[in-house]
């Protein structure tokens, strides 16, 4: 996402990553109890993740996080009226940049003063789903994240395995 | 529920079927798109070890540009 980031911020878009809760709690990067320790994670994650996008932190209760629906990587995309023009389930550079891009577009369109009214889409986007990955990064916060994680990955219980593709 | 119960519910410790419960009851009540998005403190990390954080909102940070991408995430 920094690469998007990057690309997308001359045209006039901002990006920023807001750090939650952790979703799977391990030996080394426990469950917060003080925003102490949520800086922490957040530190870490900045440095092991190299994250450049400005980090900010909801609070302790998760407030914020809560009220936009409590998902553990979701991504948002919010004009300067503080309209959500996209929702994901899961964050993809792919496809948020894909939808930038458009909104940039219409924003471009209604300048040149084209006549232009909403209507609402639903789609299904891919993202590249690789679980060795994903297991090294939850090793580094300690293995209970790993044994959580796995548990219910092999219950089926997690909801971005390739078996739900409905096939595109 | 009051905010004590609120925080430790929300810092789940296990990643279990009661913390998965948790989410699908939180994404019932999402804002849809097209709609304004509720508006909360939020708090810029910086640099500084002694004042690591800045209280701002989210609407000031979403009025910084014709549009903002808003990742949430942690480490884990």
């Known amino acids: ?168 | 529920m009051n905010r004590e119960e609120q925080i430790i519910d929300y810092n789940y410790a296990d990643f279990d079927m009661n913390a998965l419960a948790h989410v699908m009851k939180w994404v019932k009540h999402q804002p849809s798109v097209g709609e304004k998005v509720p508006d909360f403190p939020i708090w810029l990390l910086t640099e500084d070890e002694a004042n690591p954080l800045e209280e701002t909102t989210l609407t000031a940070v979403l009025k910084q540009n014709p549009l903002t991408i808003v990742e949430f995430g942690s480490f884990t």
């Open chain 1, 1 to 168: 996402m920094n690469e998007s980031a990057e690309k997308l911020a001359e045209p006039g878009v901002g990006s920023i990553f807001l750090y939650t809760h952790e979703a799977h709690p391990g030996e080394n990067v426990p469950h917060h109890q003080t925003m102490d320790d949520k800086i922490r994670a957040a530190r870490l994650l900045q440095s092991h993740y190299s994250v450049t996008r400005p980090i900010y932190l909801d609070d302790i209760a998760g407030d914020l996080h809560i009220a936009y629906g409590g998902r553990a990587n979701m991504t948002w995309l919010i004009n300067k009226a503080g309209t959500a023009l996209y929702r994901s389930d899961w964050t993809d550079a792919k496809s948020v940049e894909n939808a930038a891009v458009y909104f940039l577009e219409v924003i471009a369109r209604r300048k040149g003063r084209e006549k232009l009214a909403p209507f609402r889409v639903e789609r299904i986007d891919y993202r590249n789903v690789d679980k060795e990955k994903r297991l090294e990064g939850l090793a580094a916060a300690g293995q209970k994240a790993v044994d959580d994680w796995v548990n219910l990955y092999e219950q089926d219980k997690l909801f971005f395995k390739p078996g739900n593709d409905p096939g595109a």
